[in-house]
Nanobody
Framework: QVQLVESGGGFVQAGGSLRLSCAAS????????MGWFRQARGKEREFVAS????????FYADSVKGRFKISRDNAKNTVYLQMNGLKPEDTAIYYC???????????????WGQGTQFTVSS
C-alpha cells in the first residue's frame, strides 16, 4: 500500500515556473514507477510524465516535453515535477501516481494522490 500526498500548487503567471512535490509513504518507494497526470476542467485526466524506480529513465507527454522535468529522490520517498515556461493551458489539477509498469495509461497506476491545483494566468 502506498499513500501519496501532492503539494506545490497555487497561482503563477504565464512563462513562470513551479515545482510540484509528491511525498510517498512506505518502504518500497524505489520499486514503483512514478507518474504525474493532470486533469483540466471538463477534460479527461491525461498523462504528463513518468520516471522509473531508479530514476534512470523518464517519459513525457509531447505537450510538456522540453518544459517539464520529472525527478525523484528515493531517500526522501519523493517525486518532483519541475515546470518551466508555463502556459494557461497547463492549468489543471495535477495528480501523482504510483505503478509497477512503465506506461502512459491511467490504468497502469494503482495508487493515486488527491491532487493539487494550480492556475496559470495569462
Amino acid at each position: 500500500q502506498v499513500q501519496l500526498v501532492e503539494s506545490g500548487g497555487g497561482f503563477v503567471q504565464a512563462g513562470g515556473s513551479l515545482r510540484l512535490s509528491c511525498a510517498a509513504s512506505g518502504r518500497t518507494f524505489s520499486s514503483y514507477v512514478m507518474g504525474w497526470f493532470r486533469q483540466a476542467r471538463g477534460k479527461e485526466r491525461e498523462f504528463v510524465a513518468s520516471v522509473t524506480g531508479s530514476g534512470a529513465a523518464t517519459f513525457y507527454a509531447d505537450s510538456v516535453k522540453g518544459r517539464f522535468k520529472i525527478s525523484r529522490d528515493n531517500a526522501k520517498n519523493t517525486v518532483y515535477l519541475q515546470m518551466n515556461g508555463l502556459k494557461p493551458e497547463d492549468t489543471a489539477i495535477y495528480y501523482c501516481a504510483a505503478g509497477i509498469v512503465v506506461t502512459t495509461r491511467r490504468e497502469g497506476y494503482a495508487y493515486w494522490g488527491q491532487g493539487t491545483q494550480f492556475t496559470v494566468s495569462s
